[in-house]
C-alpha cells in the first residue's frame, strides 16, 4: 500500500510543480502580452455602448465593432494621440474587428468618421492605464 502512495505520488509530483511554476510567473493582471478582448456596439441612435472603454498600455487590444443598427454603416476611429489612425468599419446588422496596440497612458476619444455622426453625439473615451 505505501508503494503504491508512493508510485502515484512520484506520478503526480511533475505536474503539481509545472503548474505551480506556470501560475507563479504570470502577473495578477495576466499574463504580459496577452490580448484585450473590447466589445463596442454602434447605433443608428447616434450612440456607442459602452461610451467609455479601459484597456492596459502596451498589450494588444482587439476591438469588436458590433453594428446593431439596420440602416448606416458605422465606424470607429481614433485618429489623434497615435503614432498611427485606428479604425473600423462595420455594415448595418453586421461586426468586425482589428488589433492595435497603445504604448503609452491617456485618454484617448474615438469617434464614428461617418459624415454627421460625431457632431450627432457618436463618440466615447477610451481610458489606457
Same mark, same amino acid.
Request: contains cysteine.
Given at each position: 500500500?505505501?508503494?503504491?502512495?508512493?508510485?502515484?505520488?512520484?506520478?503526480?509530483?511533475?505536474?503539481?510543480?509545472?503548474?505551480?511554476?506556470?501560475?507563479?510567473?504570470?502577473?495578477?493582471?495576466?499574463?504580459?502580452?496577452?490580448? %484585450?478582448?473590447?466589445?463596442?456596439? +454602434?447605433?443608428?441612435?447616434?450612440?456607442?455602448? *459602452?461610451? @467609455?472603454? /479601459?484597456?492596459?498600455? $502596451? #498589450?494588444?487590444?482587439?476591438?469588436?465593432?458590433?453594428?446593431?443598427?439596420?440602416?448606416?454603416?458605422?465606424?470607429?476611429?481614433?485618429?489623434?494621440?497615435?503614432?498611427?489612425?485606428?479604425?473600423?468599419?462595420? %455594415?448595418?446588422?453586421?461586426?468586425? +474587428?482589428?488589433?492595435?496596440?497603445?504604448?503609452? *497612458?491617456? @485618454?484617448? /476619444?474615438?469617434?464614428? $468618421? #461617418?459624415?454627421?455622426?460625431?457632431?450627432?453625439?457618436?463618440?466615447?473615451?477610451?481610458?489606457?492605464?
Amino acid at each position: 500500500m505505501k508503494r503504491a502512495s508512493l508510485l502515484v505520488l512520484v506520478a503526480l509530483l511533475p505536474l503539481v510543480v509545472a503548474c505551480a511554476a506556470s501560475g507563479a510567473s504570470q502577473p495578477a493582471g495576466g499574463a504580459s502580452g496577452s490580448t %484585450q478582448q473590447l466589445t463596442v456596439k +454602434s447605433m443608428d441612435a447616434m450612440k456607442f455602448d *459602452p461610451a @467609455t472603454l /479601459t484597456a492596459r498600455a $502596451g #498589450q494588444p487590444i482587439q476591438l469588436t465593432l458590433d453594428n446593431s443598427g439596420s440602416a448606416l454603416a458605422h465606424d470607429f476611429d481614433i485618429t489623434t494621440g497615435l503614432p498611427q489612425p485606428v479604425t473600423v468599419i462595420a %455594415q448595418p446588422g453586421q461586426k468586425a +474587428s482589428l488589433t492595435f496596440t497603445v504604448d503609452k *497612458p491617456g @485618454t484617448y /476619444t474615438y469617434v464614428c $468618421g #461617418q459624415p454627421g455622426h460625431e457632431a450627432a453625439g457618436m463618440k466615447g473615451t477610451l481610458t489606457v492605464q
